[in-house]
Nanobody, 119 residues
Framework: QVRLVESGGGLVQAGGSLRLSCAASGSIFSIDSMGWYRQAPEKQRELVAT???????DYADSVKGRFTISRDSAKNTVYLQMNSLKPEDTAVYYC?????????????WGQGTQVTVSS
């Protein structure tokens, strides 16, 4: 059992910044990666950024240069620093944890946090 709790969402003007956090608890050993996804109304959920257990990061092209994913291993927390926000960044942002179980993987999701960017 893994529990993920996101926080830090809110309303911000275009060009502003927000920092999201995701705190993990429970059976959090053997973590393969953690990441952030987002889903706008009536659209598919899409990848925003991921960070692997070794520290390698990956970003969607739409957020490269503006968003930064990082982690604090001591606190079991992953962050998403979002700068130069645009109205098209408006979505519910979800934290995801991928955990290795033997030869397979298990994915866990947080409840989501709303980010709204006004123009």
């Amino acid at each position: 059992q893994v529990r993920l709790v996101e926080s830090g969402g809110g309303l911000v003007q275009a060009g502003g910044s927000l920092r999201l956090s995701c705190a993990a608890s429970g059976s959090i050993f053997s973590i393969d990666s953690m990441g952030w996804y987002r889903q706008a109304p009536e659209k598919q959920r899409e990848l925003v950024a991921t960070i692997a257990s070794g520290g390698t990061t990956d970003y969607a092209d739409s957020v490269k240069g503006r968003f930064t994913i990082s982690r604090d291993s001591a606190k079991n927390t992953v962050y998403l620093q979002m700068n130069s926000l645009k109205p098209e960044d408006t979505a519910v942002y979800y934290c995801k944890l991928q955990r290795k179980i033997g030869l397979s993987n298990a994915n866990y999701w947080g409840q989501g946090t709303q980010v709204t960017v006004s123009s």
